[in-house]
């Protein structure tokens, strides 16, 4: 309660602020689109990672204050870089999209700053909310998809989605848990056919996949061959204050 007192005290000093990491076309090295990622600059505390706030998040008031404020935050970095931040990626759970009225809130919002809808992608992880059959948050995404918003699955494979829910679910993207990328070379194979099976399961139901995780060329050059595209990871670049073209890498 006291941390969610200062996480108010905290929007109103700014002291949220976003970080970005590209997301690589792992064929050219070039950055796609970046994806957002909140941090806290506390006075006392320094900066944080959701590992250490983002409990607070699940609240659904504090939670979508705080969401509300990443959003803009996430717009006026589009609104004001249309050519170095063609498109960024914001995190939601489920408590902040739970009916049509959020979803309807975050177009107006888009509208309010005139950002193009297909210029922003939420990532959803695909927790209980949406391993449960078509409710207030598939409805959200739903609206969302339609208006031309991205709509991703994150750390996909790790959470509770049956594939028959994949049916019902409206998504453009699924992005590969990094556990799976980690475990490729380490763990004779298991991860490799997990990681062939989503890239599948993505070709056949027409999903941009997105590897998470990439930190060695190996990883790198096993996923391209794969035939996964897009990558994210500490090999091209780390969360920072700045956004990164990020330059070809030798494969
Ligand atoms: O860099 P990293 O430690 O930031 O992020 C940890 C996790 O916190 C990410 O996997 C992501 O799911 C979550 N996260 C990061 N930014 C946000 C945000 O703005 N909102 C929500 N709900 N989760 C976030
Ligand atoms: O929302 P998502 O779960 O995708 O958040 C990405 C998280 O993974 C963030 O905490 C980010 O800092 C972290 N991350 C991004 N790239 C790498 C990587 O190459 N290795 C590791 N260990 N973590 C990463």
């Known amino acids: 309660q006291v941390f969610g007192q200062e996480a108010r005290h905290g929007i109103e000093r700014q002291e949220f602020l976003l970080h970005f990491q590209p997301i690589v076309d792992m064929d050219t090295g070039r950055a796609c689109y970046h994806e957002a990622l909140l941090r806290w600059q506390h006075p006392q505390h320094g900066m944080m990672t959701p590992a250490t706030f983002g409990d607070m998040l699940n609240e659904r008031t504090l939670g979508l204050m705080v969401q509300h404020h990443v959003l803009d935050m996430a717009l006026a970095a589009l609104r004001d870089y249309p050519q170095a931040l063609p498109k960024l990626s914001i995190n939601l759970i489920g408590a902040q999209l739970d009916g049509p009225e959020d979803a309807v809130w975050l177009l107006r919002r888009l509208d309010d700053f005139g950002v193009a ?10 927790d209980f909310v949406l391993g449960r059959a078509i409710n207030g948050t598939t409805h959200a995404l739903a609206l969302l998809h339609e208006a031309g918003v991205t709509v991703a699955l ?68 096993k996923l391209s061959e794969m035939g996964c595209r897009l990558g994210q990871g500490y090999l091209f670049a780390r969360p920072g204050p700045i956004l990164r073209e990020v330059v070809a890498i030798a494969g």
């Not at 809808?117 to 695909?126: A, G, M, S, T």
């Open 117 to 126: 809808p297909d210029r922003l992608c939420v990532e959803i992880i695909e």
């Open 154 to 221: 994150d750390d996909f494979g790790t959470g509770y989605a049956s594939l028959i829910h994949l049916k019902h679910l409206p998504f453009d993207m699924l992005k590969i848990d990094q556990s799976f990328t980690r475990g490729l070379f380490q763990d004779g194979g298991q991860s490799e056919a997990i990681i062939r099976a989503i890239i599948g399961l993505g070709q056949g139901l027409g999903k941009q996949v997105v590897a998470e995780g990439v930190e060695t060329q190996e990883q790198r050059r």
